[in-house]
T-cell receptor, first 109, second 111 residues
Framework: GQQVQQSPASLVLQEGENAELQCNFSTSLNSMQWFYQRPGGSLVSLFYNPSGTKHSGRLTSTTVIKERRSSLHISSSQTTDSGTYLCALDPSNTNKVVFGTGTRLQVLP | EAAVTQSPRNKVAVTGGKVTLSCNQTNNHNNMYWYRQDTGHGLRLIHYSYGAGSTEKGDIPDGYKASRPSQENFSLILELATPSQTSVYFC??????????FGKGTRLTVV
């Protein structure tokens, strides 16, 4: 079955609003990483966060292992935040890295 | 800065032809990965490797082979390319329990 589920699949915001993106997983894991991708673009790593909370500017990532979830919070969204956000994890004892299907974010001016 | 370089960046191939996508990393990482990305499917793992000489099947290996001749290089081989293999392919490298680094992608069109 699907090991990594992201929600919502898509999201439309007005500039200045906040967003909470979720990544739920069905296995224990070795690593968790969040990526950003523009249409047709390459993958930009936002956070490597296997547990706990990390901050970077307007972005915050929180991973709670026992609840098998990770979230990405975007505060005061900007039009340049538009794109797809992907979570990826390495399930324990596999050394594979598997991706969720992503959240497509559109921020309107 | 970790570096993963893919070549070519764009490729047009004919159905039935052989295609080789190359990936080089200068990170001295043990693990390397090949993914394809298609609308509606996200990134799907094709093959991966734990080190030179090893290749492992990912989630969608059919129609693809992989080769890891050295720590730095990992190739994806389409022996008989088909139009269904038209996609964007990403290579990545990483170590266990650490961040994964991606190349910029290869856009493959099979006509």
């Amino acid at each position: 079955g699907q090991q990594v589920q992201q929600s919502p699949a898509s999201l439309v915001l007005q500039e200045g609003e906040n967003a909470e993106l979720q990544c739920n997983f069905s296995t224990s894991l070795n690593s968790m990483q969040w990526f950003y991708q523009r249409p047709g673009g390459s993958l930009v790593s936002l956070f490597y966060n296997p547990s706990g909370t990390k901050h970077s500017g307007r972005l915050t990532s929180t991973t709670v292992i026992k609840e098998r979830r990770s979230s990405l919070h975007i505060s005061s969204s900007q039009t340049t935040d538009s794109g797809t956000y992907l979570c990826a994890l390495d399930p324990s004892n596999t050394n594979k890295v598997v991706f969720g299907t992503g959240t497509r974010l559109q921020v309107l001016p | 800065e970790a570096a993963v370089t893919q070549s070519p960046r764009n490729k047009v191939a004919v159905t039935g032809g052989k295609v080789t996508l190359s990936c080089n990393q200068t990170n001295n990482h043990n693990n390397m990965y090949w993914y394809r990305q298609d609308t509606g499917h996200g990134l799907r793992l094709i093959h991966y490797s734990y080190g030179a000489g090893s290749t492992e099947k990912g989630d969608i290996p059919d129609g693809y082979k992989a080769s890891r001749p050295s720590q730095e290089n990992f190739s994806l081989i389409l022996e008989l390319a088909t139009p269904s293999q038209t996609s964007v392919y990403f290579c990545a490298s990483g170590q266990a329990n650490t961040e994964v680094f991606f190349g910029k992608g290869t856009r493959l069109t099979v006509v």
